[in-house]
């Protein structure tokens, strides 16, 4: 059995496919369905490693080095599971494989076009993972009526009609405006996208309505009406104050039944309530509070750090908290001010010389006060720069990212990565191991010698500044193998650790990762 379902999307973007599809993946989940999510982007860039965070929001990388978007993270975090570089597709990526297809014959005199070419590769990657799930969800980025997801709407109208109709499921997720003047939602904008899909080729079996508001029966009917879908599949998807609630309010309005229904299968077992009963309890026994500093340079874009978010909220309820997470600009002039606000201080990734300096002030605040922190990637690095400056007697410590010519370069570039041509894709990326020493803060909290983590860099600390590092009590608590650190922490402080890799994106609701759930806990004691 294989079977599909596709998730479009209507009037405007960041609607919440990703989480639509996520959340009806994780229903079909616990019946005992192997289920996979596979994202379509349909913008040329090959993937989203090489744009800024304000055009695309953070970049989600795979254990085996892809450079993603950050629903891949929604996905991994909803079914636990690890995605790849089959879990993610561009158009820039589809037609690049197209193109030197052509240049090596491989189409055998043909004209090359859209139709049929674009959409077979793209129709063919619809099934790259069949044959190891029952499910696969995809998902089209992008809203339609877009003219660069064209391509990607006809291989799916062209995929539907090549397969049996209990073998596609397709589902629809649209905006219905609240009108605060005339205290009125209008379905006017869901039926023109419906229409825009039905011109296309594509019926859509399901609409989900996302609202602030809920949506009445009299509503479900006028959409059925005119978007010709039955008015039991016709769903509210008001605003959530948790996105883990979702699958719920999907569940009690039958949408797992009602997919089952189409593609014409039968649960391998009975629905097992444990993760959403879990997710509730958790949820709902918050008896303490914790405040967390995020300081970077896109503090006015959450998406940016999507995936840190997402593990300090679920850190925090390990431990029943209640979590306030402020993104603070790095460049703000009252910054170390604000600072004194919070339990803990998190320093993300980035790169670029903007807020370098901000980020390094925030962390001598952090050390000298003894405030819990946690820095990530550049963060790690800025540590080393501030207790290099202010701690090893190196005044002029930088990394050669920022300042080439500095005397003291703690940070710095490896030889195979100095002659890299192009930005995308050649930095450290995905999974590598960490040898972890025992007695360390990070044995700690990892309860063990050994670890994988996944990277995106391309700066690393420099070995030569390492017994400088040490010697002013920054030592390094994971390598790997045996040369370049992975985890370094600051002896004699309650909790000051910087990791090189991205622990962010080995969260889950259940599985708080262990230097997020070490770093909350260190919060909580610092509040009291």
Not at 153 to 180: G, L, T, W
Not at 249 to 270: A, C, T
Request: with cysteine; hydrophobic share 35%.
């Amino acid at each position: 059995m294989s079977k599909f379902i596709f998730i479009t999307g209507g009037v405007v973007s960041s609607l919440g496919k990703g989480i639509s599809g996520a959340s009806i993946g994780k229903l079909l989940q616990l019946y005992g369905f192997k289920v996979n999510m596979i994202k379509f982007d349909p913008y040329i860039n090959v993937d989203p490693g090489t744009m800024n965070p304000y055009q695309h929001g953070e970049v989600f990388v795979t254990i085996d080095g892809a450079e993603t978007d950050l629903d891949l993270g929604t996905y991994e975090r909803f079914l636990d599971i690890y995605t790849s570089k089959d879990n993610t597709n561009t158009a820039g990526d589809i037609y690049r494989t197209v193109i030197d297809k052509e240049r090596r014959g491989d189409y055998d005199g043909q004209t090359v076009q859209v139709i049929p070419h674009i959409t077979d590769e793209i129709k063919r990657r619809f099934c790259a993972l069949k044959n190891e799930y029952d499910i696969t969800i995809i998902e089209i980025g992008g809203t339609v009526g877009d003219i660069e997801g064209l391509p990607f709407m006809e291989a799916a109208r062209q995929f539907q009609i090549e397969n049996k109709k209990e073998d596609v499921f397709s589902i629809h997720v649209s905006y219905i405006p609240y009108i605060a003047a005339a205290h009125e939602l209008k379905t006017k904008p869901t039926q023109h996208s419906v229409n825009k899909l039905r011109e296309i080729g594509i019926m859509p079996d399901m609409i989900i309505c996302r609202s602030e508001k809920g949506i009445d029966e009299g509503l479900k009917k006028k959409i059925s009406l005119f978007c010709n879908v039955k008015q039991s599949n016709v769903i509210e998807a008001k605003d959530s104050r948790s996105i883990y609630y979702i699958p719920e309010m999907l569940k009690n309005q039958n949408v797992d039944k009602l997919i089952m229904e189409g593609l014409k299968i039968k649960p391998k077992h009975s629905f097992d309530w444990s993760w959403i009963k879990e997710i509730k309890k958790r949820s709902e026994s918050l008896e303490k509070k914790v405040s967390i500093a995020v300081v970077g340079k896109y503090a006015g874009l959450k998406d940016a750090y999507k995936s840190i978010h997402e593990s300090l909220q679920i850190a925090a309820t390990q431990h029943k908290a209640k979590i306030d997470i402020d993104y603070l600009g790095a460049e703000d002039k009252d910054l170390i001010e604000k600072l004194k606000n919070y339990d803990g201080i998190l320093v993300p990734g980035g790169f670029g010389l903007r807020g370098v300096e901000g980020k390094i002030k925030a962390i001598t605040y952090a050390r000298e006060n003894n405030v819990a922190f946690f820095g990530i990637c550049l963060g790690l690095q800025c540590a080393a720069i501030e207790i290099a400056r202010n701690l090893a007697g190196l005044k002029n410590a930088h990394s050669t990212e920022f300042d080439p010519k500095t005397k003291s370069p703690v940070v710095t570039i490896l030889s195979e990565q100095k002659n890299v041509k192009y930005r995308g894709g050649t930095m450290r990326l995905g999974n590598y191991t960490a040898d972890i020493k025992k007695g360390s803060l990070a044995h700690k909290l990892y309860r063990k010698t050994k670890a994988e983590e996944r990277h995106r860099h391309r700066y690393e600390i420099n070995p030569e500044f390492i017994e400088a590092l040490e010697n002013a009590g920054f030592s390094v608590s994971a390598y790997h193998k045996g040369m370049l650190p992975e985890i370094m922490e600051l002896k004699n402080h309650p909790f000051f650790i910087g990791a090189q890799f991205h622990p962010e994106f080995g969260s889950r609701p259940m599985k708080p990762h262990p230097i997020f759930e070490g770093f909350i806990k260190a919060a909580l004691r610092n509040k009291n």
